[in-house]
């Protein structure tokens, strides 16, 4: 029914069904399943009930709208530019118009062509005109796609009713290829569009927040309390007269997290002095003085999924200062009058100066705290940008749920990672551990959905000795710099080897999957094709599995037990392989395990280190892992300061 989709675009659900949701497991436990089992069963019937087949008048109408959106995009981009070529050419537009202007029923292979293109980590991709064209030719190819079908209804109803299975199966025993074939049938519900109600629901239940992190405000206040020792020029103009001077300013700063549930919300609380000497000229005279500015401020900082940002400062300074002389430039006649009218008026006004200095001194501390301030959220959010958030958005997978928040103790992220083919956390998240200063809770889902969104259908190589290895998709530089360091450097290490080239590719709906079971972790390469030296083998699971051993600050996680390969979508539990099958089966063994013996493949040990914050960090020391456990799908890893 999904044709050759291969991502879907992530759609918003009704956050009123997940806090009810969440009310009823928090009150009612294992009961609130049963009653959310009651109410999804009405909610399937009624969805039956109330299908209605797409027409051609609605097939039509979505038809207008991606036209719209097609003029939207083209005046974005300008299709005269050499700009704007380049961005059709990259949509393949010609293929794409050429077939939504045509008769008859619509060929999928160049919308789909479209569609998949608007849906890579392409710079650009993020903004409004490409993810709205993006949404609106899902629509009108998800609605084609059924009316083109003899009988709608019975499809939908069978769709429905694999749906009713595969949710008291989940019940019974939550898996994920479980929750990847729920996944898809919600995929195909909300393309259709009939029955957000249901869709909102089995979300509420089973796609509650699947990723969580908390930051202490003790680690935060580490991190901030550097004290303040700096030397720098001042210059003012006060009353007529110009000063200029050198300020020495020393101080402290406190970080306190601010309540908030909506964003996260930090307080940098600043107290400080400033000494200057200071020279100050108005006509002949020469003034020289020392000034004292003790200063306190107040600025607050909200971090939110849409930005990081610093407001306005709240500054309040008081200024006293020492008249030490007052003199005649260049000195000559009429230097002693210089000096005693003018060191009177100075001493006249000395009150009035000293309240304008402070004046003076609240702005210049207000505009270095937001300079100081801006910059480093600047690198922060462009850091979370770039490393997390953009490459989703520009896929069509960014969480519809993310949320900063700060208590007066810690800061917490919590995020929802799935997209609306996908399936989040069956219930809530475990007690986190108290006392930690940073403290991960990781469902397996929020993996899994995140390397589906970036590694579907790719494929990784090396084809050349020597040339390292290569992916047919565009990687976050974190995960670009841990497979050079886990493959390439074996590469050179063993260079004197006989080289055979290789070629992985992922399937699309589940290319690696994690599981966290009973204390182990699980690692399963899901495998459309694997190519090694004249070897191919199609449609292949295997799996991995860990067991996880404190050692020196981090966790050393220990292979154990041999890999378990088998063909995709196969259960032991109900089949036999044929003996074509185990043959394959044990070929493909001895070629990953002997990549993997040469530390090139699958990984014998994963190792955890504990955390060695730098540059502006440094000072806060190692953070050794003091807690990591696994079960029921979660992993909790926590680290603190010793």
Known sequence: MRGSINRCASRNWNCVWG????????????????????????????????????????????????????????????????????????????????????????????????????????????????????????????????????????????????????????????????????????????????????????????????????????????????PIDRHEPITDIILGTRIHGQGHTTGSIN??????????????????????????????????????????????????????????????????????????????????????????????????????????????????????????????????????????ERRGDLPQHTRFSTTDQALAFETTQANRSQLAAPGAAPALPAGNDLVACVHESAINNYTASLLSGATLSELEQGAGTKADVTLPTWIRDAWKNRMDEKAEATADEQFEPWSLTFRRDRPITVGFVDGNVQLTLHIAKLKSGDDTFDRWDVTSTYKPEMLEGGVKLTRHGELVVLPTGFDPEKGQLSSRQVAVRRNLTKVLTERSDKGRGIPQTIQIDQLEPKDELADVGPLPVTVFTSGNGWLTVAWDRQ
């Open 255 to 392: 970080l306190r997290t601010v309540p908030n549930d909506e964003l996260a919300e930090l307080a940098l609380d600043t107290n400080g002095r400033v000494v200057s000497q200071n020279v100050g000229r108005n006509g002949p005279a020469v003034i020289r003085t020392t000034s004292f500015t003790d200063f306190n401020a107040t600025q607050n900082i909200e971090l939110s999924d849409a930005r990081f940002r610093a407001l306005p400062p709240r500054v309040s300074a008081s200024t006293r200062s020492n008249i030490h002389s007052v003199s005649k430039a260049g000195g000559g006649a009429g230097k002693r009058i210089v000096a005693n009218v003018g060191i009177d008026k100075a001493r006249e006004k000395q009150g009035q100066a000293n309240r304008i200095a402070a004046s003076h001194a609240e702005v210049r501390i207000a505009r270095r705290m937001t300079d100081e301030i801006n910059d480093r959220l600047g690198k922060a959010w462009k850091r979370y940008q770039n490393d997390y958030r953009l490459p989703l």
């Open 19 to 226: 806090r009810y949701a969440m009310a009823c497991l928090l009150m009612f436990g294992s009961a609130a399943f049963a009653h959310a089992d009651d109410d999804l069963s009405s909610l399937i019937a009624a969805a039956r009930e109330s299908f209605k087949p797409i027409e051609s008048q609605q097939l039509a109408t979505a038809k207008a709208e991606l036209g719209q959106q097609i003029s939207a995009l083209e005046r974005y981009v300008r299709p005269y530019t050499a700009n704007g070529k380049k961005w059709l050419a990259y949509l393949h537009w010609d293929a794409f118009k050429q077939e939504l202007g045509s008769t008859g029923e619509p060929k999928f292979e160049s919308l789909v062509v479209t569609y998949a293109q608007l849906n890579k980590d392409q710079n650009g991709l993020e903004f409004k005109p490409f993810r709205a064209i993006a949404d609106s030719l899902r629509h009108y190819i998800d609605l084609a796609a059924l009316a083109r079908q003899e009988n709608q209804a019975e499809l939908y109803g069978k769709q429905l009713d694999g749906l009713a299975q595969e949710l008291a199966a989940y019940n019974e025993k939550p898996t994920a290829a479980l929750g990847s074939a729920i996944g898809r049938r919600l995929d195909f519900l909300a393309g259709v569009g009939q029955s957000p109600q249901l869709v909102s629901a089995v979300r509420a239940v089973y796609a509650q927040p699947n990723a969580l992190i908390t930051v202490s405000g003790d680690l935060l206040r580490s991190a901030a309390s550097d």
